[in-house]
């Protein structure tokens, strides 16, 4: 059974690049939410759909953030322009009932 | 706002030395306390969930304990495998309806 599936793991890019992260949630999870952990915020969560809708984005710290789920397989979370604070590491995760399982995160490193 | 505090930030224990992780929370219709554990340079993995005071649930060494205004989660005769960062996060009607609000967890380490 796969568990969440998330790519790429490690992301290193340059100030003012676009960078897409990508998320496979477990088949037949209805609920999928982004995730960022850093040392100094722990995990926050920036914004999670139900039924491939967004239903709270209220945690997307500003527009250069966006997040998109064309189908129930697959999420992307998008920053453009990135900026050196964005580094910090993103985590998928996805729910049936009340838990939420998590992927493997992508690290993410802006130069 | 849901307010969720882990204590301490770091435990140190030798194998074998039973002890407890604290989770004390205010929130305003506890919804369901969540505890995960964290392994560097991974996700965190699901463990418990508690919903109502006086609730235990247990899996090997770990037993989870809620009240209401904390968790406890007890770790009896550790093994170093149990060396990880741990979580606890709530659920509550004030956040949106499947919101978790984490901890900033303790971190384990258990020595041989």
């Known amino acids: 059974d796969a568990g969440v599936i998330q790519s790429p793991r490690h992301e290193v890019t340059e100030m003012g690049q676009e960078v897409t992260l990508r998320c496979k949630p477990i088949?037949?999870?209805?609920?999928l939410f982004w995730y960022r952990q850093t040392m100094m915020r722990g995990l926050e969560l920036l914004i999670y759909?139900?039924?491939?809708?967004?239903?709270?984005d209220s945690g997307m710290p500003e527009d250069r953030f966006s997040a998109k789920m064309p189908n129930a397989s697959f999420s992307t979370l998008k920053i453009q322009p990135s900026e050196p604070r964005d580094s910090a590491v993103y985590f998928c995760a996805s729910s049936l009932a009340r838990e939420q399982y998590f992927g493997p995160g992508t690290r993410l490193t802006v130069t | 706002e849901d307010q969720v505090t882990q204590s301490p930030e770091a435990l140190r224990l030798q194998e074998g030395e039973s002890s407890s992780l604290n989770c004390s929370y205010t929130?305003?219709?506890?919804?369901?306390l969540f505890w995960y554990r964290q392994d560097p340079g991974k996700g965190p993995e699901f463990l418990f969930t508690?919903?109502?005071a006086g609730e235990e649930k247990e899996k090997e060494r770990l037993k989870a304990t809620l009240t209401k205004k904390e968790s406890f989660l007890h770790i009896t005769a550790p093994k170093p495998e149990d060396s990880a960062t741990y979580l606890c996060?709530?659920?509550?009607?004030?956040?949106?309806?499947?919101?978790?609000?984490f901890g900033s967890g303790t971190q384990l380490t258990v020595l041989p």
């Open positions: 996060a709530v659920q509550a009607p004030s956040g949106s309806a499947r919101q978790l609000t």
């Open positions: 929130v305003s219709g506890l919804r369901g």
């Open positions: 759909f139900n039924n491939n809708v967004p239903i709270d």
């Open positions: 088949s037949g999870h209805d609920y």
């Open positions: 508690l919903y109502s």
